[in-house]
């Protein structure tokens, strides 16, 4: 568990179901990642059960009443000691800071808990608020090095990704999440 100003990082239970699908139901966020139905948030929430967990994968639900308002983590590729970064929040609740609050705890964890070497993230390249969190909130610098372009399933286009990275060595130097 990971504990912010605001929010509680924990793991995801099956009481989460509800907010869990008024978060992958939302219109808004259907532009960028594929909506869910009600039957499958259900369908995921079994599955989930069967499968190893995520040990760096959080709920982030608000201290003040514990509703989960996104789903912030990490997928750590054992290998390489590369983790890439992954978060939804609920559009409700947008624009209040939550997702720069989420990344920054999950980043420091992965550094300075898990000691991962480098951290990624990617985006649809029109996808304009992760790409200012990413790079102007989290300090990540753009990789120019990877492609990739999807269908997105919104606009029915093809679609290229921005990628974004940080080292640890650059974020210890600038220290900028450490407070
Ligand atoms: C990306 C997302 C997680 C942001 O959550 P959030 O809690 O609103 O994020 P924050 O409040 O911490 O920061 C939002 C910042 O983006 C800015 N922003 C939002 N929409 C923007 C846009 N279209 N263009 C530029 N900046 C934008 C906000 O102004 C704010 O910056 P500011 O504090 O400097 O004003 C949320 O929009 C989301 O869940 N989107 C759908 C899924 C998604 O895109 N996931 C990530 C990529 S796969």
Not at 15 to 32: K, M, N, P, Q, T
Not at 61 to 84: D, F, H, P, S
Not at 125 to 137: A, T, Y
Request: net charge positive; charged share 30%; aromatic share 12%.
């Amino acid at each position: 568990m990971i504990e912010t100003k605001r929010l509680v990082l924990r793991e995801m239970t099956d009481d989460d179901l509800e907010d869990f699908y008024e978060i992958f139901s939302a219109d808004e966020v259907g532009r960028f990642i594929r909506k869910m139905s009600h039957a499958d948030v259900e369908r995921y929430f079994l599955k989930k059960k069967q499968k190893p967990k995520n040990p760096h994968s959080f709920a982030v639900a608000l201290k003040q009443n514990n509703k989960m308002i996104g789903t912030c983590g990490i997928k750590l590729n054992a290998e390489t000691n590369v983790g890439t970064l992954s978060y939804v929040f609920n559009p409700r609740y947008w624009n209040n800071g939550f997702c720069t609050e989420a990344c920054k705890a999950v980043i420091k964890y992965a550094f300075e808990v898990v000691g991962m070497d480098r951290i990624e993230a990617d985006c649809f390249e029109n996808n304009f608020g992760p790409i200012h969190i990413l790079q102007d909130k989290l300090n990540m610098r753009l990789d120019i090095t990877k492609t990739r372009e999807e269908l997105n399933i919104f606009t029915h286009k093809i679609t290229p990704f921005k990628f974004f990275a940080i080292d640890k060595q650059d974020y210890l130097k600038n220290n900028f999440l450490v407070k």
